[in-house]
T-cell receptor, first 111, second 114 residues
Framework: DAKTTQPTSMDCAEGRAANLPCNHS???????VYWYRQIHSQGPQYIIH???NNETNEMASLIITEDRKSSTLILPHATLRDTAVYYC????????????FGQGTRLTINP | DTGVSQDPRHKITKRGQNVTFRCDPISEHNRLYWYRQTLGQGPEFLTYFQNEAQLEKSRLLSDRFSAERPKGSFSTLEIQRTEQGDSAMYLCASSPRGPNYEQYFGPGTRLTVT
């Protein structure tokens, strides 16, 4: 079972920041937080990952709370092409490192 | 395009027939994964290869399913005696060897069993 809890759906206006929350209260010390998204009819796409520090790349920022029990993915200037299902995944770096997907958050960017 | 490719993209088959899907990972990625995704659900892990060795299989992978990666490059997933419940998107992903690399997904093969 997935170790994360996410809202089922969210809406955001185009051009605004989209903030997607994720709860992972049972995360272990050696587990990373990964975010993927899946645009309709495509395979999932990696966005960002982190252990305990905040991370930023060209796509998004990841804010992880100090106790690591929750995180927020931030898309700073959402566009219509960011409409997708966003998956928050807790993943160990040991073993096969398979991804365990939950239901994700369906983010809709509105014009 | 140097991404993960899958073939075919769509497959319609009748119940009881066998089907085979192919995945070509990103060159030099030695890890390869298969996932299955049904409508409205997130992808579910099926199996994992490191080079040609199949190192982990989910209990979702029944005896009718078999996966191979004979030369450590491309992989095939075969489903024998297909059932309507096998209708799903079959996704392949690859990653480099190492503790913390992301997985790169292909576009998937959509299987419809009638």
């Amino acid at each position: 079972d997935a170790k994360t809890t996410q809202p089922t759906s969210m809406d955001c206006a185009e051009g605004r920041a989209a903030n997607l929350p994720c709860n992972h209260s049972t995360i272990s010390g050696n587990e990373y937080v990964y975010w993927y998204r899946q645009i309709h009819s495509q395979g999932p796409q990696y966005i960002i990952h982190g252990l305990k520090n905040n991370e930023t790349n060209e796509m998004a920022s990841l804010i992880i709370t100090e106790d690591r029990k929750s995180s927020t993915l931030i898309l700073p200037h959402a566009t219509l092409r960011d409409t997708a299902v966003y998956y928050c995944i807790v993943r160990t770096i040991q073993g096969a490192q398979k991804l365990v997907f939950g239901q994700g958050t369906r983010l809709t960017i509105n014009p | 395009d140097t991404g993960v490719s899958q073939d075919p993209r769509h497959k319609i088959t009748k119940r009881g027939q066998n089907v085979t899907f192919r995945c070509d990972p990103i060159s030099e990625h030695n890890r390869l994964y298969w996932y299955r995704q049904t409508l409205g659900q997130g992808p579910e892990f099926l199996t994992y290869f490191q080079n040609e060795a199949q190192l982990e299989k989910s209990r979702l992978l029944s005896d009718r399913f078999s996966a191979e990666r004979p030369k450590g490059s491309f992989s095939t997933l075969e489903i024998q005696r297909t059932e309507q419940g096998d209708s799903a998107m079959y996704l392949c992903a690859s990653s480099p060897r190492g503790p913390n690399y992301e997985q790169y997904f292909g576009p998937g093969t959509r299987l419809t069993v009638t």
